[in-house]
């Protein structure tokens, strides 16, 4: 296991093991972000992409409250406009290298998850909630996104990313309402791709998360098939096709594919190595 304790102001950390790298918002009890905490969350994404070991990211809040709050109110409160423009801009680039990197991102939904909270769990791939409430003794969860209390929009891609994954009616409705929901009504809306139950809940997220990668799973081919689905989205469909056989070929040429396709007219298991 190896830490990377230098992130600006400890505000996010970066813990890489065994092919998974848990980077962690820290700014309690709300985790709220800041500028600070987003050029922090940049250069975690950044390090962890560079990292040849990393095949996942998983991305949590510090505690057990929340995930993230957002964006710090206080501070949006008394900087200027511009200020506020130029930050609203750098976390939009922020979360669109998170989206964009070739390795599968897995939001782990630890606590509440609301605005900018949800807006940073829409840019990952999959996002885990924690099931709350009942006899567990944990809070249940909030999930959405209720800037319009605010007077405001989700401004770091939650009116984009939303719409794109629930649909134009029903994301236009989910904000212009601003209500806020349970994980089971997350993951019924299709917000959440699992509720976990909450005894042994982190053990079951780095579960989740080490099925992708090797020797069980060919990472690189779950890296190729991330930039195939979100690239290939924003695309006509004949480029998204260009691009699926560019990405094919691509993993034609590896160790991996190789390996995969050898076990199989062999009829063994395949011992992938994420290359």
């Not at 057990?64 to 609203?88: H, N, Q, W």
């Not at 976390?91 to 630890?110: D, F, G, H, M, S």
């Not at 940073?120 to 969860?141: F, H, N, Q, S, Y």
Request: proline share 5%.
């Amino acid at each position: 296991m190896t830490r990377n304790p230098d992130s600006p102001r400890a505000l996010v950390s970066l813990t890489t093991d065994r092919g998974v790298a848990v980077i962690e918002l820290n700014d309690p009890p709300a985790n709220t972000y800041s500028y600070e905490m987003m050029l922090a969350l940049d250069a975690a994404v950044l390090k962890a992409r560079m990292d040849e070991s990393v095949q996942v990211l998983v991305l949590r809040g510090a505690g057990e409250k929340f995930f993230s709050a957002g964006a710090d109110i206080r501070m949006l409160a008394r900087v200027t406009p511009a200020y506020k423009y130029y930050f609203c801009l750098h976390a939009n680039e922020t979360l669109n290298r998170l989206e964009q990197t070739p390795k599968l991102v897995i939001a782990a939904i630890n606590g509440h998850c609301v605005g900018g909270g949800l807006e940073v769990a829409l840019a990952a791939d999959i996002r885990l909630a924690r099931r709350g409430g009942g006899k567990t003794g944990l809070p249940e969860l909030k999930i959405g996104l209720p800037e319009v209390t605010l007077g405001v929009l989700p401004g770091t891609g939650g009116t984009q990313r939303l719409a794109r994954l629930v649909g134009r009616a029903r994301a236009l409705e989910m904000m212009a309402t601003g209500r806020t929901f349970t994980p089971e009504e997350a993951a019924a809306a299709g917000i959440v791709t699992q509720v976990l139950e909450a005894e042994g809940w982190w053990d079951r997220v780095l579960e989740y998360a080490r099925q992708f990668t090797p020797p069980g799973k060919a990472a690189k081919a779950v890296g190729a098939i991330k930039r195939a689905v979100a690239s290939g989205s924003e695309m006509s469909f004949a480029e998204g096709l260009a691009l699926e056989r560019e990405l094919q070929q691509q993993l034609f040429q590896s160790a991996d594919a190789a390996e995969g396709i050898a076990a199989y007219v062999e009829k063994r298991t395949p011992k992938f190595r994420g290359i």
